[in-house]
């Protein structure tokens, strides 16, 4: 038939008839998947025509005679996140080895919902808040992204243990904004569970991420004296102790033992730990005692001349932030002037003697002569009385 109609005739001819091909096909489509279908006049598997496929994405398509089918294999999905939107191959037309036409095709990749929102790594690390963030404030934000391009909106898994503390108010900006104040002598560290969905998508893909948020301690707390004794249980304010010595009328250039000792103070804020400063408000009868403004310590500086008229003193020492002088506390201490215990305790008999009655009961009176009660006195002249007791 070739040879009847004459040969550059029919060739020319049979290469005509086709034009450019725009098709389109959905990503993650089977192998042999239709494309399009050529509208040139020769069938290459009947006429002496050849048909080749050429161009950078020529491998994604095969020919079946006059059509053009998608060519996968499960190792080679089509996939637009990776390919890109569109493919683009030629196809040339040859009669006997000569190109008698060209064609471009162009093939539009559709998309599918083949993927879920992913978190960007570097937004959901954990980090650090101070507990001094204003409520209403942003705090954080999140941010994820979904190859497909679909929008994302983000929630707080109110089930995590600490969504009260955060809310998200414009759901598609990943935006956390702190709902209620931090306090981190009470809380440390909160958890979160914050989720990304797709919210345009019919399958809404989501994804959860867990937050670490560590809070940073701020100086809100005042100074206290140590040891300290809890206001009530469960509640972290501390009454201060009342610190106490005793000094004689013979000591001075000392430096005091209390008790409870030593003199300190310590910043409540313990994250912080500010420096203190201390000193003595009233009560160091002028310059009679001295603090050293550091460590705390109290020193007697001059010695007490007559302990009948001064048997005591009442100091108040101020423990003050170095940073901020009006973060202070102030404890009350005492001193007081004991006589010189100048005699040891004496016994009134240098032995005793006693009898008891023997018995089944595991305490009985000790007894001596003269049916009387034994008892034992002992005498300090530095006191005036004199003490007695019964052995049992
Ligand atoms: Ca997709
Ligand atoms: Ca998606
Ligand atoms: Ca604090
Ligand atoms: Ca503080």
């Known amino acids: 038939m070739a040879t009847e109609l004459g040969c550059d005739w029919l060739a020319a001819s049979l290469c005509l008839g086709g034009s450019d091909i725009l098709a389109a096909v959905k990503e993650n489509s089977p192998t042999g998947e239709f494309i399009a279908n ?25 020919l079946e005679g006059r059509t053009i089918r998608l060519n996968t294999s499960s190792a080679r999905v089509l996939d637009r996140e990776v390919q890109g939107p569109v493919l683009i191959a030629e196809l040339t037309c040859y009669e006997d080895d000569v190109i008698q036409s060209q064609y471009r095709i ?4 559709l998309n599918e919902n083949d993927n879920r929102p992913n978190f960007l790594p570097e937004t959901i690390q954990p980090f650090s808040v101070s507990e001094l963030t204003a409520v209403d404030s942003v705090v954080f934000s999140v941010k994820a992204v979904d190859a497909d391009g679909d929008m994302i909106r983000y929630t707080i898994d109110q089930s995590s243990p600490d969504a009260s503390f955060f809310r998200i108010d414009l759901p598609n900006s990943g935006n956390v904004v702190l709902d209620k104040p931090l306090d981190y002598e009470t809380r440390t560290q909160l958890q979160l569970l914050i989720r990304a969905e797709e919210a345009n998508s019919v399958e809404k893909f989501n994804t959860t991420a867990n937050l670490t948020v560590n809070i940073e301690d701020g100086d809100d707390q005042y100074p206290h004296f140590l040891p300290c004794t809890p206001v009530s249980p469960g509640v972290p304010v501390c009454t201060n102790p009342t610190y106490t010595a005793n000094i004689t009328e013979t000591l001075q250039e000392l430096t005091l033992q209390f008790s409870p000792g030593p003199i300190r103070a310590e910043d409540g804020d313990r994250g912080l730990d500010a420096p203190l400063v201390y000193s003595i408000l009233s009560g160091d009868d002028q310059g009679r005692f001295d603090i050293n403004e550091l460590s705390g310590e109290i020193t007697l500086t001059r010695r007490v001349d007559d302990r009948h008229l001064m048997p005591s003193f009442t100091l108040r020492v101020m423990a003050a932030q170095q940073d901020d002088p009006l973060k202070y506390s102030v404890a009350v201490v005492l001193v007081r002037v004991l006589g010189q215990n100048l005699f040891p305790p004496l016994f009134n008999r240098t032995m005793y003697k006693g009898f008891i009655i023997q018995s089944s009961s595991p305490a009985s009176i000790v007894s001596t002569y003269g049916n009387q009660v034994l008892l034992v006195q002992v005498s300090d002249r530095d006191f005036s009385d004199v003490r007695t007791a019964a052995p049992v």
């Open 106 to 109: 162009l093939v539009q990749i």
């Open 38 to 62: 050529l509208s040139v006049t020769g069938d290459p598997r009947a006429s002496a025509i050849r048909l080749c496929l050429t161009g950078n994405n020529s491998d994604w398509f095969f």
